[in-house]
């Protein structure tokens, strides 16, 4: 057997002895067992009532799912409970002997006299804050997100007793790709996997070929990803070099894929392409489709979730088929924003939180989300989404990628479209190729009256959203 690095240590053992001999809070884990008694049987099976109701006079969309029973227990607890599901898990501690980049040292963990995780901590679970992510500030200043541990937990299992309820222990395998230090990452791929068993194989950054690497020798099944490495997987030449036959769902998130890019990535990888929804607000996730996927849409409200749309002038709120901001309300919204109090009230009112998005849900109950409030272009009284426009010029064949805004043109006008476009390499693109191509595609109303700039690439978060603002800079 080959020696482990001196920095890495496995310990494969049972989860039950291991973190009881770590963590040994035997009054906390009852009453976690109580808690979990108490839980529904849940249902992965779509509900018999149809999931848009009227209440008080309003079209209120629900989860097509069984509404949980969601623990009241400290986070810790909740994840150790899931562990010891799983009797052969493994659990792998990074530790350092010496000095290491990326660890902890070892003799640091040895001079904790207890106090790191005292016996008679108590936990208020829905008021006291887990994690303190931020928002992306895409449009503004980033702003920090209270998310309790009632929050986290309640969107794990909306998670793992809903649509990735299908995920197997010992079957399944799932890559860590995205940051763990984003709220995708966090929740979705690391809790999540962790808490259903699967194996999860994790990579520093994405890198082409280690990634796709990594997919050929771990066959994996199931990827969480964002629209950025959705345009690499449909048009990358390096795809053709690895065998990603194993890839079963691809899930993307963070930001609309469009219907175009969603069926060229199928056709080509041969897998399901999945699209799901959600804020840093929301823990991060209140919609979420399922294989065989509704293409165009974000799926379903997950468990416990409610929905409404209304309109953005009046607030009325709006029926199927008919477009505004998007409200949600749930167990997994926030608790608000760190020392902001008036952003908070901005952004949840009457009990609903306003997410800024505008969208529409049709008879079935599946939504479909088209862009940003604060994105929205107008242009003599018209609206135009620059997502459907970004998702349309991605069909262009010498595209890599794309990025649209609107700039100030007369005032009697307002703002007009532009677009950043980024040309595959190695071929031959001009302005006018993509001019001629939109106008060809689009209402009057929605032409590049703004022009299109050539560039070298789009800026972005780490978790795939456009960064408007450096874009109108470029």
Do not use: W
């Given at each position: 057997m080959a020696a482990i690095p001196r920095s890495l240590r496995i310990f494969p053992a049972s989860c039950t002895r291991l973190t009881r001999q770590l963590f040994?809070?035997?009054?906390?884990?009852?009453?976690?067992?109580?808690?979990?008694?108490?839980?529904?049987h849940y249902s992965t099976d779509k509900r018999s009532v149809p999931p848009i109701t009227n209440v008080n006079g309003e079209t209120i969309v629900r989860s097509p799912y069984a509404d949980l029973s969601i623990p009241q227990c400290s986070f810790a607890e909740y994840v150790f409970e899931q562990l010891d599901n799983f009797s052969d898990f493994a659990l792998m501690l990074i530790i350092s002997i010496g000095n290491s980049d990326g660890?902890?040292?070892?003799?640091?963990?040895?001079?904790?006299?207890?106090?790191?995780?005292?016996?008679?901590?108590?936990?208020?679970?829905?008021?006291?804050?887990?994690?303190?992510?931020?928002s992306s500030g895409t449009t503004g200043l980033p702003k920090g997100v209270m998310l309790s541990h009632y929050n986290i937990i309640a969107n794990i299992e909306q998670l793992i007793r809903g649509p990735m309820s299908h995920l197997t222990a010992g079957k399944d395998s799932l890559i860590g790709v995205l940051p763990f230090y984003h709220i995708y990452g966090m929740v979705v791929v690391q809790f999540g996997s962790v808490c259903l068993g699967t194996k999860l194989v994790t990579i520093p950054k994405f890198e082409p070929e280690p990634f796709l690497s990594a997919i050929q020798q771990n066959k994996i099944s199931y990827m969480h990803l964002v629209p950025p490495l959705a345009l690499f997987m449909a048009k990358s030449p390096l795809v053709d070099n690895f065998d990603v036959s194993t890839v079963q769902n691809m899930?993307?998130?963070?930001?609309?894929?469009?219907?175009?890019?969603?069926?060229?990535?199928?056709?080509?990888?041969g897998a399901n392409v999945i699209q799901a929804y959600g804020l840093t607000e929301t823990s991060p996730v209140s919609h979420y489709d399922r294989s065989p996927a509704k293409i165009?849409?974000?799926?379903?409200?997950?468990?416990?979730?409610?929905?409404?749309?209304?309109?953005?002038?009046?607030?009325?709120?709006?029926?199927?088929?008919?477009?505004?901001?998007?409200?949600?309300?749930?167990?997994?919204?926030?608790?608000?924003y760190l020392k902001n109090q008036s952003a908070t009230d901005d952004m949840v009112r009457d009990g609903w939180l306003h997410s800024g998005d505008i969208g529409h849900f049709d008879e079935e109950g599946y939504?479909?989300?088209?862009?940003?409030?604060?994105?929205?272009?107008?242009?003599?009284?018209?609206?135009?989404?620059?997502?459907?426009?970004?998702?349309?010029i991605c069909t262009h064949p010498a595209v890599a990628d794309v990025a649209v805004i609107g700039i100030q043109a007369a005032?009697?006008?307002?703002?007009?479209?532009?677009?950043?476009?980024?040309?595959?390499?190695g071929v031959t693109l001009t302005e006018e190729d993509i001019t001629h191509f939109v106008d060809a595609n689009v209402a009057p109303y929605k032409k590049l009256r703004g022009g299109v700039k050539l560039i070298d690439s789009i800026p972005k978060t780490a978790s795939g959203k456009i960064l408007r603002r450096e874009v109108k800079n470029m």
């Open positions: 040994p809070k035997p009054n906390h884990r009852n009453k976690l067992s109580q808690a979990r008694s108490t839980c529904l660890a902890i040292p070892f003799s640091l963990l040895m001079e904790d006299d207890g106090k790191a995780f005292p016996e008679n901590t108590d936990i208020n679970s829905k008021e006291d804050i887990l994690v303190l992510p931020y899930v993307f998130g963070a930001a609309p894929l469009g219907a175009g890019l969603t069926q060229e990535l199928m056709n080509r990888i165009g849409t974000v799926g379903h409200l997950v468990p416990s979730t409610l929905g409404k749309v209304i309109d953005v002038h009046t607030g009325k709120t709006l029926g199927a088929g008919e477009t505004g901001e998007v409200l949600l309300a749930g167990p997994q919204i926030m608790l608000g939504f479909m989300i088209t862009d940003r409030l604060k994105e929205l272009i107008k242009y003599k009284g018209f609206q135009v989404a620059p997502a459907e426009l970004e998702a349309l005032e009697d006008v307002g703002e007009v479209p532009k677009a950043y476009v980024v040309p595959k390499p």
